[in-house]
Nanobody, 115 residues
Framework: VLLVESGGDLVQAGGFLRLSCAVSLTTFSMIATLWYRQAPGKQREYVASIGSTGAITNYAESVKGRFTISRDNAKNTVYLQMNSLKAEETGVYYC?????????WGQGTQVTVSS
């Protein structure tokens, strides 16, 4: 299983980015997918998740109202729209796919928010 994140960039505080995660899994439409991030020197933290159909989403409190997770099962892709970005949200953003007892991670995409 291959997950490839993209869309990371340098953006000013208050700006926006949309991250994408392409998943090479034929059963993509049956799995939950999640976004995590890891700031320099800190542990990886949960950001958002979405169920297999997209009907159920959850967010970390810190991003509620600013971030939106979505998916396109026809494209095997999950997205993370990030608005009103803050400097402290700088870090590497990772996509995770959960399939039964197994989970798979991408290599991450760097997001840098300048203050």
């Amino acid at each position: 299983v291959l997950l490839v994140e993209s869309g990371g960039d340098l953006v000013q505080a208050g700006g926006f980015l949309r991250l994408s995660c392409a998943v090479s899994l034929t059963t993509f439409s049956m799995i939950a997918t999640l976004w995590y991030r890891q700031a320099p020197g800190k542990q990886r933290e949960y950001v958002a998740s979405i169920g297999s159909t997209g009907a159920i989403t959850n967010y970390a409190e810190s991003v509620k109202g600013r971030f939106t997770i979505s998916r396109d099962n026809a494209k095997n892709t999950v997205y993370l729209q990030m608005n009103s970005l803050k400097a402290e949200e700088t870090g590497v953003y990772y996509c995770q796919a959960v399939w039964g007892p197994s989970s798979y991670w991408g290599q991450g995409t760097q997001v840098t928010v300048s203050s």
